[in-house]
């Protein structure tokens, strides 16, 4: 009989002198006297449990394993510390700012934003969400540094006002944008991207065209078009790019309402962002088509009804008939 251990009808005996079976094993497996597999197959046969390691302590209780943890505790001080900045930037803003000349703010403005740019792209954005949210946020506040940067030069170097500084200012933030969301394609990164090319668009058309709507009539169409992106599913991800889009045709409509023309949009679009919700099953969707309901609906119903009871008739059956449709995504999703 073996001094380590006998096998009697199948099953690992240890004597009892011997240390316990998990210590026999792993100094089998180190001294290659047994492989892993054949460490793992005694173990199972003796029904002596695998000892945890640290990692997997860690993720037993807390829910999280030992990396995640450090990855969201390195996230939560990065915006500890940005947050920390901005406040810093903004006191000295206040106390400094008028004292200091054009090259001065401009250098300040740049220097945020390729610092920014910079401090993000030295983030392992490929480690996790907690990295890449973090790259995001850095990215996004490097876009507005980026935009505050053209308006003081927009402004004060090249004298510009009115919409050619907004067209120039909303242009700039949207190329630095979409350079930023091109390198790294998160749904933080399109969404800036989209506000830019909205307001650039609102800005192109008050530049051309003249009229209260023109505005208005810029934002919606690109937010038209990032719908229709979305739902060919050339932006990612595609119920995001959808919702937003939604949204962005909602407020560019209630832009556009001066007028009965306008008007008209306002409840084509909300006609149209509710069915397109129900045909795709997008609760986000409909959500931009309710919130389009409260902001379109009781403005034209007071603009050809005035003083006249239908309006609260009115928002009742929408009303009703928002929550139903609701009710029936979320069952048919489930």
């Known amino acids: ?49 695998v000892p945890e390691t640290r990692e997997q302590e860690t993720q037993r209780v807390t829910g999280f394993g030992g990396a995640e943890l450090r990855s969201y505790a390195v996230e939560a001080l990065g ?31 740049a220097g945020a934003a390729v610092g920014l740019v910079a401090a993000g792209s030295l983030t392992p954005a490929g480690r996790g969400d907690a990295w890449s949210r973090l790259r995001s946020v850095l990215w996004a506040a490097a876009t507005v540094a980026a935009a505050g940067f053209t308006a003081v030069l927009a402004d004060e170097v090249l004298d510009l006002r009115g919409t050619d500084m907004g067209l120039t200012v909303s242009g700039t933030a949207t190329a630095v944008a979409a350079l930023l969301w091109l390198a790294h394609r998160v749904p933080l990164q399109q969404i800036v991207l989209m506000v830019g090319a909205m307001l650039t668009a609102g800005a192109a058309m008050d530049q051309f065209l003249d009229g209260d709507w023109a505005i208005g009539i810029g934002i919606w169409a690109v937010a038209l078009a ?29 832009a556009t309402m001066s007028g009965d023309a306008g008007i008209v949009l306002g409840l084509v679009t909300v006609v149209g962002v509710v069915l397109v919700a129900v045909i795709a099953r997008e ?16 403005r034209a119903v007071n603009e050809w009804f005035p003083g006249d009871l239908a309006a609260p008739f009115v928002l009742l059956a929408l009303g009703a008939g928002l929550v139903a449709l609701a009710v029936w995504i979320a069952r048919s999703r489930t």
């Not at 406040?87 to 000295?92: Q, R, S």
């Not at 609760?283 to 009781?298: E, F, R």
Request: glycine share 10%.
């Open 226 to 254: 990032w719908l229709a992106l979305g739902w060919t599913e050339v932006l990612r991800p595609p119920a995001m790019a959808m919702s937003f889009g939604a949204l962005g045709m909602v407020f560019g409509a209630s």
């Open 283 to 298: 609760l986000p969707m409909l959500a931009a088509g309710a919130l389009g309901t409260l902001m379109i609906v009781p």
């Open 79 to 109: 915006y500890l510390g940005g947050l920390l900045v901005v406040i810093a930037a903004t006191l000295l803003a206040n106390l400094y700012w008028s004292d200091l000349g054009v090259g001065a703010r401009l250098g300040v403005l």
């Open 1 to 49: 009989m073996n001094e380590t251990t006998t096998r009697r009808r199948g099953h690992l005996h240890v004597p009892h002198q011997r240390a316990p079976l998990e210590a026999q094993v792993r100094d089998w497996v180190t001294e290659g006297i047994i492989s892993e597999e054949q460490a793992a197959r005694i173990r199972d046969r003796a029904r002596v449990p």
